[in-house]
């Protein structure tokens, strides 16, 4: 590597482009092994059950698109799409007003900015598994802390979990409290590329915080907020672990969204053919939100 | 909006000062309290864990509940399980996944790097069910080969993201100027590319291994009883001892601790990994 410093200096004339790009090529070929066989294969042969009627044990009869009519009349799959949505919802909005306020006040400068930042990520990396248990613990009706809590402040104690009126905005506090870091470093990085000019000609001209915020932040970050929200959105409808262990679906089946059915049916009935369908339904809704996050890659040019 | 006087600009400064700091604590307090009662659980013992107001600070700590933990169940074992998946996977998913970032990156395959994205937002679950079949026609269910090969599902894509946004970030002369200088494209990528884009494999290597390392789902429907990763470990503790906090938090915070500590070492190469994984990831 000597001389390639040498070299650096001189003008280059390198044949790029397509020769080159076709050589490259190789270094993909392990990784697409890989990718071949624990991701392509999975979705061509759900795609292949889904047409069929798959039991553990047993014949696997060709069906037709069955499964799929099945779902139009299957009420406990449409409760979970209503739940789904209602559960989405509520997870992106709250998690993207949260961080883009607390983007906001990392934002600016103050002492133990760097150890505020790295506690407030800690929840977003913290095994989801664990932290469901510990919440779990805190929603107790009786002996739990949050209860306790709200008698401190003279308000009357919740149900959480435990009631189905109750049980989804509980989870969406849980999910708040987890992800709003992402949506925070996101927009965060946004603000740190934006110009300084703006602001000084608004200090000039006497502007508030405030004015400042909702004039210059805002639109000039626009972009940024957009992506956290679709990323949000789609790990919003991925949620699984939380739910799974909170609540398993329940009360009754009062926060069963479309994962925890979809794992039910498939592993809890065995039921591999519809689960399958279901499957590829929220495979496809996931792939159109994708290709709406890379639309926003590609007008959004940034870096 | 008018301002004139230097004291009710300064007094407007002074409340904002307050203001940042009361939106600091606010925000940040919900993580740090939570982790503390998580720890104020796990040093106490049953009586006043389950007592009500709640006690909460441990007195006196004790560490019986951690004792207990590893003696009721074979914990050991399933961090031993653990450690093997997730160095596996992360390991593998760096050997083939760095390559690949490589080659996307340079041949600029815009349409590889779009299925990368959509393996990535996949939920895991869609996976399981045919992996599920695979798996049992092998004769695997029970190993721990169909948890290193399902956490492949994860960590690959994320190494591949990562190292593709990083490879595009260098700048190329270096690696031209040594093809002109009559290198493979090979001894160009191991000896050019690879020692620049080290951050960025660390990068890769730590989201890869904390990703892998938290992972439930593969775990719930592939482990065995002596196969479980500790996150499965764990929700089983919950379903057989239904009200034994202090365990419970122990175990918690024995499987969710390496990731905590990860964090707060590495809080700038996570971030940088989350930011550019995250914006341009999902």
């Known amino acids: 590597m000597s001389t390639t410093t040498a070299t650096t200096l001189l003008p280059v004339a390198v044949p790029r482009g397509r020769a080159y790009a076709r050589r490259y090529w190789m270094f993909a070929v392990p990784a697409a092994v890989i990718v071949l066989v624990v991701i392509l294969f999975p979705w061509v042969f759900t795609l292949f059950m889904s047409v069929h009627e798959w039991k553990v044990s047993g014949a696997t009869p060709f069906v037709g698109l069955a499964n799929y009519t099945h779902m139009l009349h299957d009420e406990r799959f449409q409760w979970a799409v209503v739940r789904t949505l209602y559960f989405t919802a509520a997870s992106v909005i709250a998690p993207l007003l949260l961080g883009v306020w607390a983007a906001v006040c990392f934002a600016s400068n103050f002492r133990f900015r760097g150890l505020a930042r790295t506690l407030f990520v800690l929840p977003m990396m913290a095994t989801p598994v664990a932290i469901s248990l510990v919440w779990t613990m805190m929603f107790h009706p009786q002996l739990g802390v949050l209860n306790y809590l709200l008698s401190t402040v003279g308000l009357p104690p919740s149900s959480w979990v435990y009631d189905s009126s109750t049980v989804i905005p509980t989870l969406v506090m849980v999910e708040t409290w987890q992800w709003t870091p992402l949506v925070m470093l996101i927009v965060l990085g946004g603000i740190a590329s934006l110009p300084q000019d703006p602001y000084e000609a608004a200090i000039l001209d006497g502007a508030s915080a405030w004015q400042m915020f909702r004039h210059i932040t805002l639109p000039l970050v626009w972009p940024f907020i957009m992506v956290a929200a679709v990323i949000r959105l789609i790990d919003a409808l991925k949620t699984f672990d939380t739910i799974y262990v909170i609540t398993l679906g329940g009360p009754g089946t009062s926060s069963e969204t479309l994962n925890i059915l979809l794992y039910q049916t498939a592993f809890a009935y065995y039921d591999l053919g519809y689960g399958s369908a279901m499957v590829v339904v929220f495979f496809v809704l996931i792939l159109l939100i994708s290709l709406l996050l890379l639309k926003f890659r590609q007008r959004e040019a940034w870096r | ?282």
């Open chain 2, 1 to 282: 909006m008018s301002k004139r006087g230097i004291s009710r600009h300064r007094v407007r400064r002074w409340f904002g000062r307050a203001g940042l700091y009361l939106s600091v604590l606010l925000l940040v307090s919900p993580a740090v309290l939570f982790f503390l009662w998580m720890l104020s659980l796990s040093l106490k013992n049953e009586l006043d864990n389950t007592a009500y107001p709640p006690v909460f600070i441990p007195h006196p700590p004790t560490l019986s509940n951690f004792v207990d933990v590893f003696q009721k169940n074979d914990f050991l074992t399933y961090t031993i399980n653990s450690v093997i998946v997730s160095f596996s996977a992360t390991g593998l998913a760096l050997l083939f996944g760095v390559p690949a970032g490589y080659g996307i990156a340079k041949a600029k395959a815009t349409k590889a790097a779009a299925l990368i994205l959509i393996a990535r937002v996949t939920p895991g679950l869609s996976y399981l069910i045919p992996l599920f079949l695979l798996f049992q026609w092998l004769g695997l269910i029970g190993t721990l080969t169909p948890l290193v090969i399902t956490h492949l599902v994860i960590t690959v894509p994320i190494v591949v993201w990562i190292m593709i946004g990083f490879f595009e970030g260098l700048p190329g002369e270096l690696e031209e100027a040594a093809l002109v200088d009559g290198a493979t494209i090979w001894q160009a990528f191991v000896h050019v590319a690879m020692p620049l884009a080290r951050p960025g494999i660390m990068v890769a290597m730590i989201l890869a291994f904390i990703f892998s390392w938290n992972n439930f789902i593969f775990g719930v429907v592939l482990a065995g009883r002596t196969t479980r990763t500790l996150p499965v470990a764990v929700y089983n503790v919950l379903t057989f001892e239904q009200i034994s906090w202090g365990p419970l938090a122990a175990a918690a915070l024995i499987v969710t601790a390496p990731v905590l500590l990860l964090t707060l070492l590495m809080q700038k190469e996570i971030v940088a990994g989350l930011t550019t994984g995250g914006v341009k990831g999902g």
